[in-house]
């Protein structure tokens, strides 16, 4: 399900701190739930006449994926999702309320596989992340958070991150001159099925962090010069 509106809260957190946070002014989110089956065909008995109907579609898994959309205050979440360790099994704890039927969605299991950082030309900064989940529960009546061992979220204070926030943006020593760019963590998840927990575990092997849409206002030559001479800063 995409979920856009007032209806909604999602808020985020370490799987170990207290107090959720926002990370921003959310804007969106993208919340699926997805069975993985597989279709195995079996042999007829005597009284059998269609033999080609015979298969099971039998469950072997399933996949929780979250995405959300924000427009961050500072650069505190990617402190926070860039993992220190290329592989991590950092979880983190999401929740969910519906506030229109006062239903909770939650997890403490969520695995951060990519976060991208937008920062446009003359425009509001752009914040998303992608998740997945080991398990979830869906729409309870309990809250997650007590308000005393474990709190909820409040809305920001200060106006969003835009163009006009950016700046010290260098190459190694080389100061950059540029009106736009984009910064994407990914990190290489690999799931496993655990038949202990029944459930699917995620775990980080490897990360890849990439800097792209880099947009120049004017021609920096000692910029030019140095990817041209492969030199390394």
């Known amino acids: 399900m995409v979920e856009i509106g007032y209806d909604y809260v999602i808020e985020g957190k370490k799987a170990d ?78 929740g969910i309320i519906n506030k229109k039927t006062s239903k909770y969605t939650h997890t403490d299991e969520a695995i951060i596989k990519s976060i991208s950082l937008s920062i446009p ?52 020593t080389i100061p950059l001159n540029v009106s736009k760019f984009d910064v994407k963590i990914d990190y290489n998840v690999v799931n496993k099925w655990d038949m202990q927990s029944q459930k699917m575990r995620y775990y980080v092997t490897d990360r890849k962090i990439t800097v792209d849409s880099l947009e120049f206002a004017e021609t920096n030559d000692d910029f030019v010069n140095a990817v041209t001479s492969k030199a390394e800063y």
């Open 121 to 172: 030309e003359n425009d509001v900064c752009e914040l998303s992340f992608d998740f997945s989940c080991e398990s979830m529960t869906f729409n309870q009546t309990t809250d997650y958070a007590d308000g005393t061992t474990i709190t909820h979220a409040s809305l920001p204070t200060s106006e969003p991150l835009s163009t006009i926030d950016v700046s010290n943006v260098i190459w190694g």
């Open 17 to 94: 701190d207290t107090a959720y946070t926002l990370y921003g002014y959310h804007e969106e989110f993208s919340l699926t739930q997805k069975d993985d089956y597989a279709e195995k065909p079996y042999l007829p008995d005597n009284a059998t006449t269609d033999s080609f109907t015979l298969k099971l579609n039998t469950k072997k898994g399933e996949e929780i994926s979250l995405t959300t959309k924000c427009m961050p205050v500072d650069l505190t979440p990617l402190k926070t999702f860039y993992l220190e360790s290329s592989t991590s099994d950092t979880k983190y704890s999401i």
